[in-house]
């Protein structure tokens, strides 16, 4: 008897000690840790979200850039961290979806991890060299077949978002071609520009302006809609292969076990954020698109993100993307 009433005492302690760290959240700064080095574009969503999420939550939100292995590194500190809410990781496809298929990951995206909210997105753009004749994307996709034997496709690292979206579209068309590896979006892109390479899937923001410039054709975006970007530019389902979806989502989770009341705060506080006008107008410049007010919720978060790896683990083990 004596030991049940310990228990249950230590228990209404812990369950007390919770509630009174969500009903005061927060009393001091929170530490969001990005991924990646600072200036990218994590980075500049964060930095955007919190400056206004500061004015609901009454605390900054401190940026903290951890580098290294693709984002793995930053990710394992917060699955790693006290949950108390003062630790937490905002990430995209990439880091919480692709490297779970193609890194050794210390911990589980979806079991060590606690849904926060899901924040915007942007899909690739399928950009081509000039010189190559087609003017759309069935064309194009005429021109690739006749030259299956020296076509060639930028990639940007084992496992990007450029060479998953390459991978996803020979699963669909059937065509081949072979990829030339970059240290980033920059210098593929410049490649293609002068000629080097034929093809790139890229980020939209990326691209838009050098194909507004008339340096690259672009054919068609990973969306299942329209870029509000980029209107005059129509999707694959539109241009002739249907369902190459390819979005980079972006999300904000805790470390497992982080009182509900606190991910409710910061919910909402992200809601009110990216229902702000200056801020959806400077989200909208960076290219970035904000998902309706239903799929912005822990729960839908937690939904979708186990979804995407349900879907992308498969199609990328099979075809043996992995870091050496």
Do not use: C
Not at 17 to 37: D, N
Not at 38 to 64: I, K, N, Y
Not at 97 to 116: C, Q, R, S, W
Not at 125 to 145: C, Q, S, T, Y
């Amino acid at each position: 008897m004596k030991h049940l009433l310990a228990a249950a005492l230590v228990a209404t302690t812990l369950h007390g000690t919770g509630g009174a760290i969500a009903q005061g959240y927060p009393t001091r700064p929170i530490v969001v840790v990005v991924p990646f080095s600072a200036g990218g574009p994590t980075d500049a969503l964060m930095r955007v979200l919190g400056e206004r999420m500061r004015a609901s939550l009454g605390q900054p939100l401190l940026v903290e850039n951890v580098t290294g292995a693709a984002g793995t590194i930053g990710v394992a500190r917060v699955a790693r961290a006290t949950p108390n809410g003062y630790t937490l990781s905002v990430g995209h496809w990439s880091t919480h979806v692709v490297n779970g298929a193609i890194y050794p990951l210390t911990f589980d995206l979806l079991k060590d991890l606690e849904p926060v909210a899901r924040l915007t997105s942007y899909p690739m753009l399928l950009v081509a060299k000039n010189a190559i004749p087609a003017k759309d994307l069935k064309e194009f996709l005429a021109w690739a077949r006749a030259n299956q034997d020296k076509t060639s496709a930028g990639s940007i690292g084992v496992g990007s978002a450029a060479h998953v979206a390459g991978v996803y579209f020979q699963n669909l068309t059937g065509l081949q071609f072979q990829y030339v590896a970059y240290r980033g979006a920059a210098p593929a892109l410049q490649e293609l520009m002068g000629g080097q390479i034929d093809f790139l899937f890229d980020h939209l923001a990326h691209s838009l302006p050098h194909v507004r410039a008339g340096k690259v054709r672009a054919y068609a975006v990973t969306a299942p809609t329209r870029s509000p970007s980029a209107p005059d530019i129509p999707t694959f389902d539109e241009a002739g292969v249907p369902g190459l979806h390819v979005l980079i989502w972006y999300g904000l989770w805790a470390p497992r076990g982080t009182p509900a009341e606190v991910i409710a705060r910061l919910n909402s506080a992200v809601k009110e954020a990216l229902a702000d006008p200056s801020v959806r107008q400077r989200l909208s410049d960076l290219g970035q698109v904000i998902p309706p007010p239903e799929q912005l919720t822990p729960e839908a978060l937690a939904v979708y993100h186990k979804a995407e790896i349900d879907k992308w683990w498969p199609l990328i083990k099979a075809a043996g993307i992995k870091v050496e």
